[in-house]
Nanobody, 114 residues
């Protein structure tokens, strides 16, 4: 059974950091491009970062220089290191796998507030 399980979300103050993890199982992880998306209440889901199976990465402009996506194929896990968090980063963060099929995790909540 395919599973994508996000973890690492929480409540942080502006300027703080979090590291999100997405543990994958049930498919050939190394074949898949992995992405982090986020969605705030009442807003459209948006791409945050993507890492291809060759290691290439892309980021949405609003997180460049603050967030870093990485993957560990031996652990079937993708990470999102988030530094200098801002209130506008508050959202539910979702893990996505994309190759021959698309799989989604159920999300982890990130709240940035004083």
């Amino acid at each position: 059974q395919v599973q994508l399980v996000e973890s690492g979300g929480g409540l942080v103050q502006p300027g703080g950091s979090l590291r999100l993890s997405c543990a994958a199982s049930g498919f050939i992880f190394s074949n898949y491009a992995m992405s982090w998306y986020r969605q705030a209440p009442g807003k459209e889901r948006e791409l945050v970062a993507r890492i291809n199976n060759n290691g290439g990465t892309i980021y949405t402009d609003s997180v460049k220089g603050r967030f870093t996506i990485s993957r560990d194929n031996a652990k079937n896990t993708v990470y999102l290191q988030m530094n200098n968090l801002k209130p506008e980063d508050t959202a539910t963060y979702y893990c996505r796998a994309n190759w021959c099929r698309i799989y989604w995790g159920h999300g982890t909540q990130v709240t940035v507030s004083s």
